[in-house]
DNA sequence: ACCTGAACACCGTTCAAGT
DNA sequence: ACCTGAACACCGTTCAAGT
């Protein structure tokens, strides 16, 4: 990547915007880690001035919750024929991936987009399975919680599973017991 | 609390030691959390020059895995007597606060000796509930994980109390279905 | 040997000055 | 009106200079 000692905004063709600044964002992520990014870096890297990243973006935390956003954006959703478990387990894998990278992006805070599509799935598999949306709801964030920890933790995919398994088994014994007071 | 433009060795009585950093560094965290806390602010408030604390810690790590650690080891360990559920609850609830306060205390990256005594006493209850040691390990990180999570989610204690009680569920139909391949 | 404090290499962001 | 870049108010930490 060529980049020059003092930014100079003739030399590139590509003019800045907010996709360019996001993809480069996303490469220094990637490479470095969250930790690594810096307002100053990402512009170095760009090969502006600081300063015209702010045309773009607020501040730092807006572009850090874009960057989150479109990594949930990228949580596909569960084939709905498959069993519910099964969906459950297909929505919280990759959701544990983008939260290992941005520990925000799915928090009941964030107040992005794609939260809330990641959310949607996760409640509409719970209520297929029987839930009520009270319960459904508390489900959820047991669901996401326990998700969020074995990101924290860097859990290994087996112990993740593991875990997952015993939540999904008490959540599933509490439909037994609804089915069993039903007549 | 007397404070100065210019710290000055000469006025207090009080000598720095580890014990009175730690101290005035929790009174910090508690008031203004763990992101307010830098070595510059913490050797205002204790009138030293901030250099005079990397003698009593190698760097700003070192302090907080400190404080950390005396934060996990104000967990107590739940009395024995008392149905293992109960006791897991008990061990559970005050190390979700300790997690929210300092994010790292109990993670399985934390070496402080704290965060062993508290795993020691999760694995104990998991063992003479019936769990063995590869399974009690592996629900351990799971609870673990789930409370992590729930203090990052800042969790409210009745929806805490709710994935926990799933999760416990969970891990107890794992033993009656021990109990039950045993003639 | 010990301690000081200036200095280094960073941050995010504001804002006056220039075009 | 737009953009620049100097400046502000912070960081954690190193290290030469002083006692």
Redesign the pocket.
Same mark, same amino acid.
């Given at each position: 990547m060529a980049r020059q000692a003092t930014p100079a +905004?003739g030399t590139s063709g590509e003019r800045l915007s907010r996709e360019r600044i996001l993809e480069t964002a996303t490469g220094l992520v990637v490479q470095h880690g969250l930790e690594a990014? +810096?307002? @100053?870096?990402l512009a170095h890297e760009l090969d502006v001035?600081?300063? +015209?990243l702010? @045309?773009y973006f607020r *501040?730092? *935390?807006e572009l850090v919750a874009a960057l989150a956003d479109s990594a949930a954006q990228r949580i596909p959703s569960p084939d709905a024929a498959a069993p519910w478990r099964e969906q459950m387990h297909a929505l919280l894998d990759p959701a544990r991936a983008a939260i290992e990278r941005y520990p925000s992006s799915l928090s009941p805070q964030a107040n992005g987009t794609a939260a809330g599509h990641v959310r949607t799935a996760g409640l509409a598999i719970l209520q297929r399975a029987g839930l009520d949306e009270a319960n459904a709801s508390r489900a959820w964030q047991a669901l996401l919680a326990y998700t969020a920890g074995a990101a924290a933790f860097s859990l290994t995919t087996a112990d993740f599973d593991y875990g997952l398994g015993r939540l999904l088994d008490g959540l599933e014994s509490t439909l037994r017991d609804t089915a069993a007071a039903r007549p």
């Amino acid at each position: 990547m060529a980049r020059q000692a003092t930014p100079a +905004s003739g030399t590139s063709g590509e003019r800045l915007s907010r996709e360019r600044i996001l993809e480069t964002a996303t490469g220094l992520v990637v490479q470095h880690g969250l930790e690594a990014l +810096s307002m @100053r870096r990402l512009a170095h890297e760009l090969d502006v001035w600081p300063m +015209s990243l702010y @045309r773009y973006f607020r *501040d730092k *935390d807006e572009l850090v919750a874009a960057l989150a956003d479109s990594a949930a954006q990228r949580i596909p959703s569960p084939d709905a024929a498959a069993p519910w478990r099964e969906q459950m387990h297909a929505l919280l894998d990759p959701a544990r991936a983008a939260i290992e990278r941005y520990p925000s992006s799915l928090s009941p805070q964030a107040n992005g987009t794609a939260a809330g599509h990641v959310r949607t799935a996760g409640l509409a598999i719970l209520q297929r399975a029987g839930l009520d949306e009270a319960n459904a709801s508390r489900a959820w964030q047991a669901l996401l919680a326990y998700t969020a920890g074995a990101a924290a933790f860097s859990l290994t995919t087996a112990d993740f599973d593991y875990g997952l398994g015993r939540l999904l088994d008490g959540l599933e014994s509490t439909l037994r017991d609804t089915a069993a007071a039903r007549p």
